[in-house]
């Protein structure tokens, strides 16, 4: 199964792990160099996510966090929000 977002499709990317030896001229050193460049991945952050699709079924999918938190996807309600049941006034004066 690929690291992919199955709503957005956002998937893993490949980058550079670069590392640095000295200190930054601005704070004083002469200045940063580059000791060691290795190829890296880039792998969103993807959450197993129970789904509530436009038909009103459930489904579980593979989401990235973005998408969550932009309200790209809706959620499954596991529990209802407390409710205050709304009291009648003529069985509240007996």
Known sequence: MARLCE??????????SVET?????????????ITGITRRKFKPNLQNVKVTTKNGSTKTLRVCTQCLRSGA?????????FHVPAVNTSQAKQ
């Open 21 to 33: 030896r000295g200190k930054a001229k601005y704070l004083g050193g002469v200045g940063t160099k």
């Open 73 to 81: 996807v809706t959620r499954v309600v596991r529990r209802r929000p």
């Open 7 to 16: 709503v957005c499709g956002k998937r893993s990317q490949i980058g550079n």
